[in-house]
């Protein structure tokens, strides 16, 4: 069966009902969450525009699982990313999504590799034009051509303009328009070498209506968001308008961090305790899971699932989706609430921001700082009777999660990777303040 006649069977497969979201608005859900809920199958959206039966769960592989090779760098660990994707497309997750430059640009050859030993019918691939640095014609038409070879196939499913935002209209227009590009993906398009053709969005607020409003223009098949229940109302633009905004003009919307780079399962216990209270027998990143998959408009919403543990229960999760009531999304709205009183930097470890110039591992020190703030177990007070022993403690993990040489203290504010933070993190600064902080626990002068 070819892929024409599999999206033709799978799309006369599913129709729809209605159900209450988050949004207080009339849900459609596939007809068929009522049979998955008996079999205990993958949930699964049909996109409007191409009939693709898409996986509610979707693979985000910019955070594969990595080894070190026989020279000691940084390289893919293959025979594991092959063992997760097995399990999921044996599992119905269908959807895979890459850039060239995920992972230090080892991200498409490898889940290639790992794709190509199952039939091209039992998964979409999506990857993007990721040209940061060049904006040539030529910059963008070689990394184009490399994708296909790369990632071993003859159509990319969904394409992707990469991280549209900072810099507003006249940095898309460099990237995209003036170098021609715009034009010739359209054609790509035409002739079905790209089959859906969109965006993803981390950028300046005031850019947003602009790029939604090229809509018009350029007839975007899918946007790729950030949308979680802490951006939902919280984050600016709030990540409802962006869903609503989409969801109006009957543009289905990829999802990306539901977890916010791991952050909404890595909470303080006392959000912990809130919402196992509710759910003892689910996870902690199930409620996030649930949140995202709930409004209609979502096609997928991707994780990178490093481990396969967060394969199996992101998997539960979505087998089938229990989409969540408005009481339970209000719920989370509170809870949101909550988690902003903790002083967390909001790195979401996406990595952008690497490799810095000066050898500084940004991630690793945003994110132990953050899992020393959410563990509440940050030295603060010299009258706690435990600031000695989170004292030892803390540098003694500082130091084994960071290499010495790779700390705060080796930053020169060059601000490189301020430019490259989709969250918009003035990095130096918050790297500076943690080196402070370091340097007065090491003095013991807190």
């Not at 007809?31 to 898409?54: C, F, L, W």
């Not at 230090?104 to 979409?124: N, V």
């Amino acid at each position: 069966m070819d892929r024409r006649e599999f999206i033709k069977r799978s799309a006369g497969a599913v129709a729809a009902t209605t159900l209450v979201g988050c949004n207080n608005k009339s849900q459609q859900v596939n007809k068929s969450t009522s049979q998955q809920a008996r079999e205990g199958g993958m949930t699964y959206r049909i996109n409007p525009k191409t009939g693709d039966k898409v996986s509610i769960l979707g693979y985000g592989c910019m955070r594969w699982p990595m080894k070190k090779d026989e020279n000691g760098r940084d390289v893919i660990d293959q025979e594991a990313v092959n063992t997760l994707v097995d399990y999921a497309i044996e599992h119905g997750v269908n959807y895979f999504d890459c850039s060239p430059v995920y992972l230090q640009g080892q991200c498409e050859a490898a889940t290639g590799i790992a794709l190509k030993r199952h039939p091209r019918d039992k998964y979409f691939v999506a990857t993007k034009l990721s040209n940061f640095g060049d904006n040539s014609r030529e910059g963008g038409l070689a990394m184009y051509e490399k994708s296909f070879r790369e990632l071993q196939v003859d159509v990319i499913d969904y394409y992707l303009l990469h991280s549209i935002g900072g810099g507003g209209v006249p940095a898309f227009n460099s990237r995209y328009v003036d170098n021609g590009m715009m034009d010739f993906l359209q054609e790509e398009r035409k002739i079905g070498k790209i089959r859906n053709l969109g965006f993803s969005f981390h950028g300046d607020p005031n850019s947003w209506d602009s790029f939604v409003e090229l809509h018009e223009k350029y007839h975007w098949d899918f946007v790729q968001i950030q949308m979680n229940y802490s951006d939902w109302k919280l984050s600016n633009p709030p990540a409802e308008k962006l869903y609503n905004d989409l969801h109006e003009r009957g543009i289905p919307v990829v999802i990306m961090e539901p977890l916010l780079g791991g952050r909404l399962s890595k909470v303080p216990d006392n959000i912990v305790a809130r919402l196992k209270e509710r759910e003892p027998e689910r996870s902690v990143a199930s409620w996030a899971f649930r949140f995202a998959g709930t409004p209609e408009g979502v096609l997928t919403a991707l994780s990178g699932m490093t481990y396969m543990e967060h394969l199996q229960d992101n998997i539960s999760t979505y087998s089938p989706l229990v989409p969540l009531t408005d009481e339970e999304c209000h719920f989370l709205y509170e809870t949101a609430e909550l988690i902003q009183k903790y002083p967390l930097i909001p790195c979401n470890d996406c990595k952008y921001c690497m490799p810095c110039p000066y050898g500084i591992d940004i991630p690793s020190i945003l994110t132990y700082y953050n899992r020393r703030v959410t563990q509440m177990s940050l030295p603060t007070d010299r009258e706690n009777p435990q600031y000695a022993k989170l004292r030892r403690s803390f540098l003694d993990e500082y130091d084994k999660a960071v290499p010495a040489l790779r700390q705060a203290d080796h930053c020169i504010g060059c601000r490189t990777c301020v430019d490259e933070c989709p969250q918009r993190i003035d990095i130096p600064r918050e790297l500076q303040r943690i080196d402070q902080y370091v340097e007065k626990l090491k003095q013991n002068t807190l």
